[in-house]
């Protein structure tokens, strides 16, 4: 307790307003300077539907503002040691040309949901408070983020700096192109090293007291692979952690509290609904960014992200979520909460429910970590086919969004002697949930679905087709036989993680809006009994807690997905931090889950950006959730 009591009285000056949790790492006096040149080639000019199109080797994301030019952005990353403050930022573009143009610039169309029964053909109308003047476009040429977050296993400072090397003149048909641009980063870095701990732990455990027996095994398990673990009941957390707001500020002031007192490195949510009741065992934190689909969503990451930087002092602070201090979450819009996002800790949630889902999962875990065989795990299977269709969104592309992720995943394997196997409805090798199943039954180490999907299903098109192809529906995770031979799961769709799910839903659905209204399909706006959140599980969960197979983890969406036609879907949102995740392991070295997952998050905010100007980027990495062991190693120990 004495380690706690001194968290106390921090927690009650960040919730009062009246101060910031301070580490030990202090700001010096001494002013450094870090520069950076950056060259960009010569952009490439495209014609499409009366515009042209703009592309940049070096670009790392685009602007994508529906109606506003589509314009190539630079992100440059720079990393500090924690307690580093950050005195200036400038950015300087060289060499500036200008380009007259015959076509104007492409506008950003609406954003792509993906979303499989109900007709949606996003939109390309110009912006004309942007085509109707002569103002460059952006207005600012360059844009930094600034956090605190993971790098390997240490807190550093983050900073992203968002550079827009093209700028655009719509009335004049002019653009202003720079070949360069000089950066200058002016800090003070910390004059004190960070503080040493006396006692370090991996992993630490939140569960309820319910499964705290079952869990023994797990500890003593991770132990003996030198991963050091603590478990802590919510029930204790409840009380110990009186200043929290709510059970879920409660649980994010624990993780706070054994982040500073014993180093954890991993955090395991070791719990979801309790059974099919509404009540948790581990809260879900829903964020408040209505999208014009679903009021909100749930995020983990809401979890991970415990710190936040203090512009004027360097020094971290508690990030509650909640900048404008109004009691509501992750805000988008009037009210904008300004969020750091970087994940502090590795979260991993596993949402089990019963006493035999818990055995379920630990004994899936140890089996995987101690017994798992290169001949199936140096596998990897693919399933896809064609995302977006003309009849459903107006895609004329001809090109198959899913396949496209697919292929740009598997290249990433590949090389790492990965034999990869797709199942593509483009060549007939997927028709249905038998080629899943038999493809699965002799395991693999990853398996990758992009497409569409709901809690209880997922699937996609043939080529050009509005039929649906079904991959896998909650009524064939029981064929899964492949046994100790689980794969990591990454699904592109909506809501196949969306673990807050329950069969009581079905009786609140029918209360709220009639038998009538909650069961109507052919008709707009679609009955909600076809959401089906009355499912007993989410489609990740089943496949994780599945006995005699499945999956040793999955990463989805809890929310609404969204994606691009033909090969822009790999340049942002799922498309984009699906394929990261890959390359997180292939490229990255990442071979901790944990590490794999969330570096694909850290990856979008420093290199596509826009977490807190951008809606759509913000939801890509809050409902892009981990279910399973964030402390796995994949491929096991032996």
């Known amino acids: 307790m004495r380690k706690i009591i001194p968290f106390y009285l921090a927690c009650m000056l960040v919730l009062s307003g009246l101060g910031a949790v301070v580490v030990p790492s202090l700001a010096g006096t001494e002013l450094s300077q870090e520069l950076r040149t950056v060259h960009f080639s010569q952009p490439q000019l495209q014609e499409q539907d009366n515009y042209l199109t703009i592309s940049l080797p070096e670009a790392t994301s685009t602007l994508l503002d529906t109606g506003k030019p589509v314009l190539p952005m630079v992100a440059q990353v720079f990393t500090f040691p924690s307690g580093t403050l950050i005195k200036n930022v400038d950015v300087t573009f060289t060499d500036v040309i200008e380009q007259t143009i015959s076509q104007p610039i492409i506008p950003a169309r609406e954003p792509v949901p993906l ?59 002019t653009l202003f192109v720079a070949q360069g641009a000089d950066i200058t980063v002016s800090y003070v870095p910390p004059s004190t090293p960070p503080a040493r701990f006396t006692e370090d732990y991996d992993l630490l455990i939140i569960t309820p007291e319910k499964f705290v027996d079952k869990l023994q095994t797990l500890v003593d398990h991770k132990e003996s692979h030198n991963v050091k673990t603590l478990v802590k009941t919510t029930e204790d957390i409840y009380t110990q952690y009186t200043t929290g707001r709510d059970d879920q500020e409660k649980i994010k002031l624990c993780i706070y509290d054994m982040k500073e007192t014993y180093n954890i490195t991993y955090v395991l949510l070791f719990g979801g609904r309790n059974g099919q009741k509404l009540k948790w065992f581990i809260p879900e934190r829903v964020t408040n960014n209505n999208d014009g689909w679903e009021l909100g969503y749930a995020s983990d990451l809401y979890y991970a992200d415990i710190y936040k930087y203090n512009e004027s002092s360097g020094l971290y602070e508690f990030e509650d979520w909640d900048s404008n201090g109004n009691g509501k979450f992750a805000e988008w819009g009037t009210h904008l909460d300004t969020i750091d996002y ?78 990869v196997t797709k199942l593509y409805t483009s060549d007939e090798s997927f028709t249905g949930p038998d080629d899943v199943i038999a493809e699965v039954h002799d395991g693999a180490g990853f398996l990758m679905f992009s497409g569409h999907g709901n809690p209880s299903t997922w699937g996609t098109h043939a080529p050009e087709s509005g039929n649906f192809t079904t991959g896998l529906s909650f009524t064939h995770f029981g064929k899964l036989k492949n046994k100790e031979k689980l794969p990591v799961v990454t699904v592109g769709g909506c809501h196949n993680s969306q673990f807050n799910v329950t069969v009581f839903n079905l009786l609140i659905g029918i209360l709220t809006y009639g038998f009538k209204e909650y069961f109507q399909y052919k008709e707009e706006p679609i009955g909600h009994f076809w959401r089906k959140e009355w499912v007993p599980w989410c489609w990740s969960e089943w496949l994780v807690r599945q006995k005699n197979g499945g999956a040793i983890a999955a990463i989805g969406c809890t929310g609404l997905g969204y994606g691009d036609f033909g090969y822009d879907t790999l340049k942002h949102y799922g498309g984009w931090i699906d394929g990261r995740f890959y390359d997180a392991y292939a490229n990255q070295s990442k071979t901790i889950l944990g590490q794999t997952h969330t570096q694909a998050i850290i990856d979008y905010i420093n290199l596509i950006g826009g977490v807190n100007t951008q809606q759509l980027d913000r939801k890509t990495i809050e409902e892009w959730c981990l279910l399973g062991d964030p402390s796995l190693l994949l491929g096991g120990y032996e």
């Open 115 to 173: 979303i499989e029964d109900i007709q949606f053909t996003p939109q390309i109308i110009e912006d004309m408070s942007v085509y109707g003047g002569a103002q460059l476009y952006p207005e600012q040429p360059w844009a930094e983020h600034i956090g605190y977050g993971l790098k390997d296993t240490m807190i550093m400072v983050y900073l992203a700096v968002y550079l827009c090397p093209i700028r655009y003149s719509p009335a004049t048909n």
């Open 342 to 419: 970087y994940p502090d800790v590795y979260i991993g949630r596993l949402a089990v429910r019963f006493n035999s889902d818990a055995d379920t999962v630990i004994n899936k875990i140890i089996t995987y970590e101690t017994g798992t065989d290169a001949a199936w795990f140096k596998k990897m299977i693919c399933v896809a086919g064609d995302t977006f269709v003309p009849s459903i969104n107006g895609d004329h592309s001809g090109v198959p969004e899913g396949e496209v992720e697919c292929d740009h995943a598997a290249g990433l394997m590949e090389p790492l002697g990965f034999d």
